[in-house]
């Protein structure tokens, strides 16, 4: 079947980018000398939970340990399973790998891994287990069977599930924004890393931004019903939903997460599309995986006790379809803020898949920042003269373009945006941070754009809350600026090491001068 065969490439990719991603600043992020050290979270969780650390902190980590060299190693093992899966060899065992390798990166990454794609793929890689075929390569015959429809329901209803909540959130949260539409007026200057597209997109009058959030709603809460319609109503919302996830990746940076969503709407299409869509280019025979050529399968195609042999047993996916079926109410009910009284077994049961993200909830941009605060970070060799750590990615200088990362996810650059909006006591890595600038840690230094003491980590470290806007087109026609800026307050006092150089002291108020 063509359209499992898309599905599956298209996941690998998915897996792969987002392994790599992760793998060029793990180290920075989690490794010994990173801002969060994975092993500190092993060794308390083992010492609080002993043998229960297993199942509330499933990682092969507990085997590996957390140095550098074994995270490398579970990157590594994620990038070739990831690889596999997506040339369709041992497809079974690289869709297993893969799964249990991102959800192990998963469980040390902390707050740098608690972003909504993450589990998003999760709970997509873990479907897909189910329906790879139980062939080992991709010219194997067996390709040519169909998935459980059992697992492509469950795929189907998962990218609905993620429209339908990320509209049920916008409503049921109470911001004002989205009950009158102006949200997306907001949106495109306080997104967490803006793009340039997202300059002009901002510049655009109301009417257009109130279009566009009625277009979204109608997506999100409508479309995701049609998709269990007849095949013309799915397709229609396949291709709604594809839209959407384009328009959002062409004016926003949010890593992997268009590309996984549109992966995910491959299930609402068929080989029968696909076949009618070769026949009009004149190419009605295509290549199988077996080397020769033959018609295209159509949906519905009858299935062969071979093709049975070749996909997962019923008595292996319908336990799975059950457990997911009974606990997708849940995120449901949390979302839509209902205040049902559900059996407390079935509570029970999702509490104790949740380290695992069998099923999970979402809500993308719930609530709509009205203003866009930044964190400005300045180091000091003596306290009068300040110099600025320019981060990769998220705004700094006003003159520097917005541009597009992804499917890169730069993990620290978005967890600043986060880190703005409240306080360091909100954001307990932002102190450590702080210190890892201070002391020089290189893995540390490297996921930043410049670094403004190259030879010796500075003396005192200071950061800032500026308030960032768009530029207006006759702003940045006579300026060449995108952004501008004023300070609004200290974000953190002026920090210096301990003597004994562990841990941060507030600076003398005698010894540091300067303003910002």
């Known amino acids: 079947m063509l359209i499992r065969r898309l599905f599956l490439v298209g996941l690998g990719l998915v897996y792969a980018v987002a392994f790599v991603s992760l793998w060029v600043q793990i180290h920075g992020l989690v490794g010994p000398h990173g801002i969060v050290p994975a092993q500190t979270l092993l060794d308390v969780v083992d010492a609080r939970l002993g043998a229960a650390r297993l199942w509330r902190l499933p990682t092969l980590a507990w085997v590996t340990g957390a140095s550098d060299g074994a995270l490398d190693v579970l990157c590594g093992g994620g990038t070739i399973a990831a690889t596999l899966l997506a040339l369709g060899v041992a497809t079974p065992l690289a869709a297993i790998a893969a799964w249990v390798l991102y959800l192990s990166l998963y469980q ?78 907001y949106h495109y200057e306080t997104t967490c890393l803006p793009t340039w597209t997202g300059w002009y997109m901002h510049a655009l009058p109301l009417w257009f931004h109130k279009a566009s959030a009625a277009m979204m709603f109608a997506i999100e809460l409508l479309l995701p019903f049609a998709a269990f319609g007849p095949r013309r109503l799915r397709l229609v919302s396949a291709a709604a939903f594809v839209g959407l996830m384009v328009f959002i990746a062409a004016t926003g940076n949010y890593g992997f997460f268009n590309l996984l969503a549109i992966v995910l709407c491959l299930p609402l299409f068929d080989d029968s599309m696909l076949r009618h869509a070769a026949k009009r280019r004149g190419r009605d025979r295509q290549p199988d995986g077996t080397g020769g050529a033959r018609a295209l399968d159509h949906a519905g195609a009858s299935v062969t006790a071979a093709d049975r042999a070749a996909t997962w047993p019923r008595l292996v996916t319908l336990p799975v379809a059950i457990v997911i079926l009974l606990l997708t109410p849940m995120p449901l009910v949390r979302a839509m803020r209902l205040h049902v009284g559900l059996p407390d077994a079935l509570v029970q049961l999702y509490e104790l898949q949740e380290p695992f993200h069998l099923v999970n909830g979402y809500g993308l941009f719930a609530n709509m920042t009205t203003e866009r605060p930044e964190i400005v970070v300045e180091g000091s060799d003596d306290g009068d003269t300040w110099r600025t750590y320019e981060f990769r990615w998220k705004p700094g200088d006003p003159l520097r373009r917005p541009e597009f990362v992804q499917p890169h996810m730069p993990r620290l650059d978005w967890q600043m945006w986060f880190a703005a909006l409240g306080s360091p006591r909100s954001s307990r890595w932002f102190l450590a941070f702080c210190e890892r600038l201070l002391e020089g840690a290189p893995p540390v230094l490297a996921l930043l754009r410049t670094n403004p003491f190259p030879t010796a980590p500075p003396r005192y470290l200071r950061a800032t809350l500026y308030d960032y806007h768009f530029t207006t087109p006759d702003e940045r026609r006579a300026t060449g600026a995108w952004w501008t800026r004023r300070p609004l307050r200290p974000y953190i006092p002026t920090l210096m090491l301990a003597p004994d150089g562990r841990g941060l002291r507030a600076a003398p108020s005698a010894t540091v001068g300067g303003a910002p």
């Open 108 to 185: 040390l990454g902390q707050e740098f891994l608690s972003f909504q794609w993450d589990i998003l793929l999760l709970e997509a890689g873990f479907l897909a287990i189910f329906a790879t075929p139980l062939a080992w390569t991709p010219r194997s015959p067996r390709w040519r069977s169909a998935p459980d429809p059992l697992i492509v329901w469950l795929l189907i209803l998962l990218i609905a599930k993620l429209m339908f909540l990320s509209g049920v959130v916008k409503l049921s949260s109470g911001d004002p924004t989205w009950r009158d539409l102006t949200a997306l007026s």
